[in-house]
């Protein structure tokens, strides 16, 4: 403790001489109110905190990896690296509009795109890793929260929120490397850790209600308005129907009457049997000679033979994502969709996802039940049910549960993945004519791994005492 105590004396020492030492004057003579002062404030000097204590060890992490995932930690770093700038920024600034907001918002908007570029990006061992950083990002928008009415959660909840979007992936990597290499489990750890108690500790401590903006500062001003440009301003809406030539607005329904009955009147008044040649008795079916009621065997054989030059095709349904009734929402026919979100659910409404491949799904709220069937490939992130959560006629499928979920049921299901935090541990997990099902649980501690149990797919029945015992197979090996 007194090495520490000591350590930081000296650091505040060595920060004050260099202000002595430059007198607070810029190099035009001017006085200097930005750079040291802003650098000394205790919200920037724990930002600093935050970078060396939990971004070290993601960078640290990365270069033993290098490749592409240094590639992306860099960028991730970056737009740390922005944010603190802003929120340097922020301190001498007054509070903008929307339209403000988001030109202010812009350097940070460009590092967060570039890394969700590489996270869209196919063919890649790593794309967990890129999905990881592209979802965690999220997290440094808490900086755009301007009151409760802005849509945006509270700070600190928005930052837990964010990094729950990015532990499905980041578990995907623990899971994944966790006997293959040691360095990309430290490299997860180490993500984890930067927003979960890192970033979340910090704005707890230093922003809990936004960012606080300089009412005297200076001004931002919104960008003109060029050409359309990611990241810019939303054009303006269009103007009412009223502003529009009321010409195209005549088209009623009695034109279209009067059209078809043009067209009738046109048809009547022709003689549509001009030109039809005459039947005459000898070209009449039962009147000719070249053909016979007798079918040959090569007739036969033509006919019974399918065709090969018209294969049949599939139909396949368009996707839908809705909710019906009020109470059930349909999620169905999604393929390689990996951004599907229900945010506006509650306790009385289901959720039924049907013949969706190579796509996930995100449920932020507590629902009724959940029903995976026909699925295959598919993720799905949910928080509370309920009643159950079922897995039905489904192929390499994964499921995550970041609350509580009473009973978990497996139904002719050939390979799934279930992640259970702390709080579903106590769920009855039922399976039926199903194999390859894993049930990984948290370990004891934050730190450590994720404990993976395989559930039996084999079982003894023995006669005992007038009935049959059941128990599962169990494997041993010298």
Not at 251 to 271: C, I
Not at 374 to 399: H, R, Y
């Amino acid at each position: 403790m007194e090495g520490k105590l000591v350590e930081r004396l000296e650091a505040a020492v060595a920060r004050l001489e260099a202000l002595a030492a430059g007198g607070g004057i810029s190099a035009r003579g001017l006085p200097d109110s930005g750079g040291d002062d802003m650098s000394s404030d205790p919200s920037i000097v724990a930002f600093d905190d935050l970078m060396d204590q939990y971004a070290a060890k993601v960078s640290g992490a990365a270069e033993k990896i290098e490749g592409q995932v240094l590639d992306v930690s860099k960028l991730l770093l970056k737009a740390f690296s922005v944010e603190k700038k802003l929120l340097m920024e922020i301190k001498q600034t007054q509070k903008p509009d929307m339209a403000g907001l988001a030109e202010f918002l812009k350097p940070l908007n460009e590092v967060i795109m570039k890394v969700n570029s590489m996270a869209e990006a196919r063919g890649s061992e790593f794309i967990n890793h890129f999905k990881s950083a592209a979802e965690s990002l999220s997290a440094l928008a808490w900086i755009a929260y301007t009151g409760k009415d802005c849509g945006m959660s509270m700070p600190i909840a928005h930052v837990e929120e964010s990094w729950q979007a990015a532990e499905f992936y980041n578990n995907k990597v623990l899971v994944e490397y966790k006997t293959k290499d040691p360095n990309h489990v430290e490299w997860a750890k180490a993500l984890k850790e930067l927003y979960l108690p890192g970033l979340r500790g910090y704005v707890k401590s230093h922003y809990p209600l936004g960012p606080v903006w300089n009412a005297s500062g200076k001004k931002v001003s919104a960008a003109p308005s060029k050409a359309p440009q990611s990241g810019a301003p939303a054009p303006p809406c269009p103007p009412p129907a009223s502003h529009f030539t009321s010409e195209p607005s005549k088209a009623s329904s009695s034109q279209p009457k009067q059209g078809m009955s043009a067209v009738f009147q046109e048809l009547s008044s022709r003689n549509v049997t001009a030109g039809l040649r005459k039947v005459t008795d000898d070209m009449k079916a039962k009147n000719r000679t070249d053909r016979t009621g007798v079918v040959s065997t090569s007739e036969k054989q033509t006919s019974s033979t399918p065709s090969t030059t018209t294969p049949t095709v599939k139909k396949v349904a368009p996707p839908k994502l809705e909710l019906q009734m009020g109470r059930k929402w349909a999620v169905e026919n999604h393929i390689g969709n990996k951004n599907l979100v229900i945010d506006d659910c509650d306790a009385k409404q289901s959720v039924y996802v049907f013949g969706c491949k190579d796509s996930v799904l995100q449920i932020q709220g507590k629902v009724n039940n959940i029903t995976l069937d026909k699925c295959t490939k598919m993720g799905v992130l949910f928080k509370d049910v309920v009643a159950a959560f079922e897995i039905v006629n489904c192929n390499g499928v994964e499921a995550q549960c970041q609350g509580s979920a009473p009973t978990i049921s497996v139904d002719n299901t050939s390979g799934a993945q279930l992640y259970l935090s702390k709080d579903s541990l106590e769920a009855a997990i039922t399976t039926a004519k199903s194999i390859d099902i894993n049930v990984l649980v948290p370990g004891a501690t934050s730190d450590a791994d994720w404990a993976e149990h395989p559930l039996p797919q084999q079982y003894i029945h023995v006669y005992k005492n007038g009935q049959f015992e059941t128990s599962p197979v169990s494997h041993s090996g010298a």
